[in-house]
């Protein structure tokens, strides 16, 4: 047996051996075994330098099999599901705080899945309107690095970790939108989280995501939330924010937030065309390939990629179904003519 052969058999071993966390990988999976069956056995046919090449991917595999496994354990040592009540005006409001890892597919499929069965008529993100293109832009189209202020020394597997970014938030979204709430029209997102450019700001100059700043303000919009008449919230957060949102909830939420982004279920919907929109004009698959495609083809698929995600053109496009409340008087008129 050849050098390209021992390595594949031994790369088969050890995907034999890791087998129960590997199934949190299905997808990539069936494509690895889908390539493996080409080779149709060991014989004087055997193509070596694919051989190669499939050791590669198998091995990439196991490595981001593994390092998705210990995220999950390690979300699995917290206390990631939390139901707290809220108080308004002598009416509560019941609130699921969901933690997860920003990294983690695992996280990302938990998060619908408690979307899925809550069925909220409000769901918060830990995002921003500066982050508007988060929802837009899915996996296929993401770089290896989610943001340029990570260490660029970062292992490999952690970068391609990093790639899938926020994908609990369009996990979330996109089983919110499923909801049998949803599909009445009563639905509201709430964009919680202070803006991006403050967050980079803080991290850049004091070195700290300065929880003690985000908490009270993620705690504020889904207190609002429930002061505009929502009974069933849920909050799919960092795991990090869960302890201080929850007793910021429990102490004092009244306060105005300093940024939140409220969306009403018509601009729900033109988020989701915006997504059908960039998945038909820039095809995942042809995205991947950009750079062996003509040079003109792939500048007009980074044209219009950049375009659809521009957060200030998504922000434009929802015009007035979409808030940056300044005071609960606006937010409660523009709530009541936008989402009742």
């Known amino acids: 047996m050849g050098r390209p052969a021992c390595l594949l058999a031994c790369a088969f ?12 990988w299905a997808g990539p999976s069936s494509r690895i075994v889908r390539r493996a069956q080409g080779f149709g056995g060991f014989g004087s046919d055997f193509d070596e330098d694919k051989a190669e ?6 091995n990439t595999f196991i490595e981001d099999s593994l390092y998705e496994d210990m995220l999950a354990r390690d979300l699995e040592e917290r206390e990631v599901l939390r139901n707290l009540t809220v108080t308004v005006a002598n009416d509560t ?11 983690s597919q695992t996280a990302a499929r938990f998060a619908e899945r408690i979307v899925a069965d809550v069925q909220p008529s409000a769901l918060i993100l830990e995002l921003c309107s500066e982050r508007l293109g988060t929802l837009i832009r899915g996996n296929g189209h993401r770089g290896t690095q989610a943001k340029n202020w990570m260490d660029p020394d970062e292992p490999e597997v952690v970068r391609r970790h990093l790639a899938r970014n926020g994908d609990e938030t369009r996990s979330a979204f996109r089983a919110f939108m499923k909801s049998t709430v949803s599909k009445a029209s009563r639905g509201l997102l709430v964009l919680a989280d202070m803006k991006a ?15 003690d700043r985000r908490d ?4 504020r919009n889904i207190y609002r939330a429930a002061m505009l008449g929502h009974k069933n919230i849920v909050a799919v957060l960092g795991a990090n924010h869960l302890s201080g949102v929850a007793q910021e909830l429990e102490h004092d939420g009244r306060a105005m937030p300093q940024h939140g982004l409220y969306i009403s279920q018509s601009g729900c919907k033109k988020l989701q065309e915006r997504q059908r929109k960039l998945k038909k004009k820039v095809p995942p698959k042809k995205w991947k390939r950009r ?5 003109r083809s792939g500048r007009n698929m980074e044209i219009c990629l950049t375009e659809l995600c521009n957060h200030e053109k998504i922000l434009n496009s929802l015009g007035k179904d979409a808030l940056e409340a300044s005071s609960w008087e606006d937010l409660e008129a523009w709530h009541r003519e936008e989402c009742l």
């Open 93 to 103: 409001t019941k609130v699921t705080l969901v933690g997860t890892n920003h990294i």
């Open 291 to 295: 750079d062996s495609l003509p040079d």
């Open 216 to 219: 009270p303000n993620l705690a």
């Open 13 to 24: 071993g050890a995907f034999g051996a890791f087998g129960p966390c590997l199934q949190l």
């Open 53 to 58: 090449d499939l050791v590669k991917d198998i």
């Open 197 to 211: 450019s403050v967050v980079e700001h803080d991290i850049e100059i004091l070195g700290d995501f300065l929880l």
